[in-house]
């Protein structure tokens, strides 16, 4: 599987972004996706993950309630809306398949990863 996020950028603090991830390969379906972040200076935290069947989805406190993943399995992607962003939210956004189910938090659970995608947000 080959995973390629996009959609990062500059907003202003408040504003919405969505980001995509698109997968290659035709088993996409049957894997759980993850999105991480990484800020400056930081390391790859947990941001949002969602099930191959896209029922199930579990997400970082940090953006509980303003973050939405979802799936869209018949195109191979996954979109996470981001709304209410926050300057604290600037980072290299990462997506992340995972092979098997249930869906994890941990960075070391995924099998395949993709180049990230850079969110800036202004204050």
């Known amino acids: 599987v080959q995973l390629q996020a996009s959609g990062g950028g500059l907003v202003q603090a408040g504003g919405s972004l969505r980001l995509s991830c698109a997968a290659s390969?035709?088993?996409?379906?049957?894997?759980?996706m993850g999105w991480f972040r990484q800020a400056p200076g930081k390391g790859r935290d947990f941001v949002a993950a969602?099930?191959?069947?896209?029922?199930?989805?579990h997400y970082a406190d940090s953006v509980k309630g303003r973050f939405t993943v979802s799936r869209d399995n018949a195109k191979n992607t996954v979109y996470p809306q981001m709304n209410s962003l926050k300057p604290e939210d600037t980072a290299v956004y990462y997506c992340?398949?995972?092979?098997?189910?249930?869906?994890?938090?941990?960075?070391?659970?995924?099998?395949?990863w993709g180049r990230g995608t850079l969110v800036t947000v202004s204050s």
């Open positions: 992340a398949a995972r092979n098997r189910e249930p869906i994890a938090a941990r960075a070391y659970n995924y099998n395949y």
């Open positions: 390969g035709p088993t996409f379906s049957s894997y759980a």
């Open positions: 969602i099930s191959w069947s896209g029922e199930t989805t």
